[in-house]
C-alpha cells in the first residue's frame, strides 16, 4: 500500500504563495490523489484532486489560485497555492480520492499579516 507524506506548508501573509509537497513510499502511476485541508472541528475537506487520467477537480473557492501536479519520476504530488487568503488557514494533508484510513501528520499552512 502506497503512503503518503506531506511538507512544505508554513505561515505566509495574504497574497503570498506556498508550494505543497506529497512524497509517495512507491509508484504514483493510477493513483487518484487529492488534497486535502481540515480546520479545527471540522472534517477533512477535498479541495483539489488529481486522477490517474490526468484530470483535475477544485473546490470553488480555490480555482484559478491552487494548481495540483505530480512528478512521476519523483513519485511526488504538488499543491501550488498562489493568493492565499486567511480562510485557506488549515492543515493540508494528501490522500487518495477517495481516501485510504491512513492518514499522514499534514503540514499546517497559516495565511496572515
Known amino acids: 500500500q502506497v503512503q503518503l507524506v506531506e511538507s512544505g506548508g508554513g505561515l505566509v501573509q495574504p497574497g503570498g504563495s506556498l508550494r505543497l509537497s506529497c512524497a509517495a513510499s512507491?509508484?504514483?502511476?493510477?493513483?487518484?490523489a487529492g488534497w486535502y485541508r481540515q480546520t479545527p472541528g471540522k472534517q477533512p475537506e477535498l479541495v483539489a484532486e488529481l486522477t490517474g487520467g490526468g484530470s483535475t477537480n477544485y473546490i470553488d473557492s480555490v480555482k484559478g489560485r491552487f494548481t495540483i501536479s505530480r512528478e512521476y519520476a519523483k513519485n511526488t504530488f504538488y499543491l501550488q497555492m498562489n493568493s492565499l487568503k486567511p480562510e485557506d488557514t488549515a492543515v493540508y494533508y494528501c490522500n487518495r480520492v477517495p481516501p485510504d484510513s491512513f492518514w499522514g501528520q499534514g503540514t499546517q499552512v497559516t495565511v496572515s499579516s
Open positions: 512507491g509508484s504514483i502511476f493510477g493513483i487518484n
